[in-house]
């Protein structure tokens, strides 16, 4: 990581097309916000993690302000310090920087990636935009029992929430039926990815 920053630091790095060629900064997003992820897991008792969380997670930030990757990191450091507003912020973002992008466009993050966003959307109570990442991801490739499975709990809870407002009537019906329907594919998707790896 130090080898990278280095090299961002000279004249050479000056040269967008060079730096891009190399994927350097992503590079180093990509390594920072590992660092963060630490920091707020296995290293989580330290008692210097959030300051060290705070500091990575701002200088992936600085070398790509619109990361997805670091904007979702950023979300998750802010849920576990209970500051739902800015993770809610940060994580639609996210979404807004590669919602319009074809899959295969390189600023679109990585399929896991995605669905992490989908999980976070769901635990910040973001049901409607969880539902439109996953909707993309299904679209994308539909053979993913986690993918069902999070669309039917997401359903799930949304339905829940509207059943519990006035005038909710018949909406969170519709919302349990479509859950259902999710978390069923995810018992047909499993089950034909357990058949198949008993056959091979």
Sequence with gaps: MEIIKRWLSTPTALDPAATAERGLPKKLVSALCGLAEIYMS?????PDAESLCERYVTEALLA?????????TLASMRIS?????DAVAALKRAFDGWKGLPPAHEDVPPYADRVNLSKLLIETEEYEVALEVLERL???????????????????LLGEGE??????????????????????????????????????
């Excluded at 790509?64 to 979702?72: D, G, H, N, R, V």
């Excluded at 310090?81 to 507003?85: D, H, I, K, L, T």
């Excluded at 986690?146 to 669309?151: A, I, K, P, S, T």
């Excluded at 018949?170 to 978390?183: D, K, V």
């Design 64 to 72: 790509l302000p619109e990361s997805a990757i670091a904007l979702q």
């Design 138 to 156: 299904k679209e994308e490739d539909d053979q993913l029992p986690d993918l069902w499975y999070l669309g039917g709990w997401c359903l799930f």
């Design 42 to 46: 296995d290293l989580c008792m330290s």
């Design 81 to 85: 310090q209970q500051r739902v507003e």
């Design 163 to 200: 059943k519990e407002k006035k005038g909710g009537e018949g909406e969170w019906e519709e919302s349990w039926e479509a859950a259902r329907e999710w978390l069923e594919n995810c018992l047909l998707v499993s089950r034909l990815l357990s058949r198949g790896s008993a056959l091979g």
